[in-house]
């Protein structure tokens, strides 16, 4: 099995963050193998080994039966709103950092960059000097600020991200919501999925994707979020209503054949009519590992739910990850 969605955070001490930018997480570890994410004085998530220790993480690894596995940022780190020279120099230490967790073994270990998106120059030198150390891909958050995927800029990162066969990881982050989603991790389970199927409908219902390269590999987190399973809502509106459609050409379902999701999401029903609307050949296998909400016995819904169609199977847990990331 190939996961291709993993977070990763380092040892990082409240010295380099404070010296990054007051909002930069640093990893205070409590013992045990246990330890919190910390901006400033402030928990913000806590975690355990396998997040920064390569050797728990392959430990694990052995354990899920997962051969290989793509690791990124997790998405506090990625610093948009910092200042954005702070931010590159940030980014280039993330991702060395990156290159040395995956030195453990690095035929297992395979890390996606992050890189200073606020500043668009800084991204494409950043994701071209990452591609030289090994990263086989890129992750991105899918704003920065009120800048959608589809901003001008954002596409011309993509663009050079096509032109430099680095694939990019699409993961939402920095989540919409009001008072009311400030209980039971609603920002998780509801702004979350939504902020990634705005992202998609955003490159759709403004035309970026007939702008884009086709070679461009984009891959979205948690099966594109609510994505998939509003998508009649959407080709419905795109066909009686003008101003949904004045500039996207193609009813947008038509373009689900311009990007990938990965399969953390959770049911086989949900799975089955994932494969449906994307087709087998553009859902990757993603655990969302090692937090609580990634999936906790790998690759299990998509072996149980295609247990009858080997093609499917093997693609979803294997195949397309190779294909689309350039894996042996």
Not at 261 to 277: C, Y
């Amino acid at each position: 099995m190939i996961d291709i969605h993993s977070h990763f955070l380092p040892r990082i001490t409240r010295a380099d963050a404070a010296a990054a930018d007051p909002r930069a997480p640093w990893l205070a570890e409590t013992g045990d193998g246990v330890g919190f994410i910390m901006v400033g004085d402030d928990r913000f998530r806590p975690v355990e080994a396998r997040l920064w220790d390569p050797q728990v993480r392959l430990a694990w690894l052995d354990d899920a039966g997962i051969d290989v596995q793509l690791a990124c940022a997790t998405p506090i780190m990625f610093g948009y709103a910092w200042d954005a020279a702070a931010a590159a120099t940030w980014c280039a230490r993330m991702n060395d950092l990156a290159t040395e967790f995956c030195a453990a073994d690095p035929r297992r270990l395979k890390t996606l960059a992050q890189v200073p998106l606020q500043d668009i120059d800084a991204a494409c030198h950043e994701a071209t000097r990452a591609r030289s150390l090994g990263h086989v891909g890129v992750q991105i958050g899918n704003h920065v600020g009120m800048k959608g995927l589809e901003d001008p800029g954002i596409l011309d990162f993509l663009r050079h991200c096509a032109a430099e066969r680095m694939p990019v990881l699409v993961h939402p982050w920095d989540m919409m919501g009001d008072a009311r989603m400030k209980q039971w991790m609603l920002p998780w389970l509801v702004a979350m999925p939504a902020e990634t199927q705005l992202g998609i409908l955003g490159l759709i219902l403004s035309g970026a994707f007939e702008r884009l390269p086709r070679n461009l590999d984009l891959v979205f987190a948690h099966g594109g979020g609510s994505f998939a399973f509003l998508l009649g809502r959407v080709d419905n509106a795109w066909t009686h209503r003008d101003i949904v459609r004045e500039d996207c050409p193609q009813p947008p379902s038509s373009y689900c054949d311009r990007f990938c999701v990965d399969s953390a999401i959770f049911d086989a029903g949900a799975l089955r009519l994932l494969v449906e609307k994307m087709g087998p050949t553009r859902v990757l296998l993603g655990t969302d590992a090692p937090f609580p909400l990634g999936e906790q016995q790998p690759g299990a819904l998509v072996t149980s739910t295609f247990a009858s169609d080997a093609t499917v199977r093997d693609a979803i847990l294997t195949g397309n990850a190779q294909r689309v990331f350039g894996l042996p």
